[in-house]
Each structure stands twice: as C-alpha cells, then as structure tokens.
C-alpha cells in the first residue's frame, strides 16, 4: 500500500473505534490478526466508491471514452514505473 508499517496500527485502531472494521484471529496462523470490514464499514466503503465515481464523472465529463482509456493508462505508467 506504500505505508509504513509502523503507520498501519494507528489507522486500524482508528478504523475500529469508528466501528469501520474489526480485528479476528487468522484461521491459520495463531500469532496473526485479521482485518476485517463491518456492515457498517462496507456500506461506508460503497458511499465512498460512489463519490468517488461522481467526482470522477464530473472531472474527466469533456472526456471521450478513448480520452479515458489512454489518461488512466498513462496514469498507471506514472504510478507504477
């Protein structure tokens, strides 16, 4: 996720007390927790997924669908190199 490690607990500690996830024994490995979305978390993460396409919607709007395809392409270039 190009987070630092030690970064990764506060953020799930926030998401828990916000009732956004919560943490449950790994099946396989006794030592691991793992993170897992609540109702509450994945209904939140579908009302972000929605804005998140508005916004889209609204900024890329005098865009082709062509226009679309090569600016995410030439966006995943400089994301990923």
Known sequence: MGID?????PIVDDLARKGLVRREPHPEDRRSRRIVAT?????????????ARA??????ADLTAEERRVLLK?????AHP
């Open 39 to 51: 109702e509450d978390g994945l209904a939140r993460l579908e009302d972000l997924r929605l804005l």
């Open 5 to 9: 490690p030690s970064a990764v607990v």
């Open 74 to 78: 030439l966006l995943q270039r400089v």
């Open 55 to 60: 916004v889209d919607d609204e900024l890329l």
